[in-house]
T-cell receptor
Framework: EAQVTQNPRYLITVTGKKLTVTCSQNMNHEYMSWYRQDPGLGLRQIYYSMNVEVTDKGDVPEGYKVSRKEKRNFPLILESPSPNQTSLYFC?????????????FGQGTRLTVV | DAKTTQPNSMESNEEEPVHLPCNHSTISGTDYIHWYRQLPSQGPEYVIHGLTSNVNNRMASLAIAEDRKSSTLILHRATLRDAAVYYCILKGETSGSRLTFGEGTQLTVNP
């Protein structure tokens, strides 16, 4: 079954404690991306990756890091989380560079930073 | 990226057809029209996409105006499970794989 898997689904952490949200896809997709969703602001792209070792900033990259060492994995790293990063996060993947293919999304990670 | 305009909310009754409109008057010739939906507490889910011709799949139909400045997502028989936020998104050569989400249309389905 084609899927994007995020872990964990829920996370409560304290300010400044480094955390990683993992994302894995089983469809051999080149393109992967991270979004955050906040009330009133909708879904905004944080970072994206066109392929292994190729990453770039989205609309709201501040405070986040990513890496793409393998094609299937695209972890989101918060080196020093702050309360304004409390949000619902989604990972997505799709075939790269073509506008007529569908994207697959993970189930989301609800992060609370206290 | 070209913008889309959708109504903030719409309401339907169960088992009736639903027509969700989207305006995209600045669409370019190579932009595809994509629809995604987001059910409560879930990630966005692909529904359908098209370029010029009307499209049908198991979930819905997409009707595209002849001048491509608007499109309509059609759910033939709404169910309670179709209650979601529906997003109309343009994807073209400049956006590539990127999806830019607007506010979408919140669809309420009444039993």
């Amino acid at each position: 079954e084609a899927q994007v898997t995020q872990n964990p689904r829920y996370l409560i952490t304290v300010t400044g404690k480094k955390l990683t949200v993992t994302c894995s896809q089983n469809m051999n997709h080149e393109y992967m991306s991270w979004y955050r969703q906040d009330p009133g602001l909708g879904l905004r792209q944080i970072y994206y990756s066109m392929n292994v070792e190729v990453t770039d900033k989205g609309d709201v990259p501040e405070g986040y890091k990513v890496s793409r060492k393998e094609k299937r994995n695209f972890p989101l790293i918060l080196e020093s989380p702050s309360p304004n990063q409390t949000s619902l996060y989604f990972c997505a993947s799709s075939l790269g560079g073509v506008p007529n293919t569908e994207a697959f999304f993970g189930q989301g990670t609800r992060l609370t930073v206290v | 990226d070209a913008k889309t305009t959708q109504p903030n909310s719409m309401e339907s009754n169960e088992e009736e057809p639903v027509h969700l409109p989207c305006n995209h008057s600045t669409i370019s010739g190579t932009d595809y029209i994509h629809w995604y939906r987001q059910l409560p507490s879930q990630g966005p889910e692909y529904v359908i996409h098209g370029l010029t011709s009307n499209v049908n799949n198991r979930m819905a139909s997409l009707a595209i105006a002849e001048d491509r400045k608007s499109s309509t997502l059609i759910l033939h028989r709404a169910t309670l499970r179709d209650a979601a936020v529906y997003y109309c998104i343009l994807k073209g050569e400049t956006s590539g794989s990127r999806l830019t989400f607007g506010e979408g249309t919140q669809l309420t389905v009444n039993p």
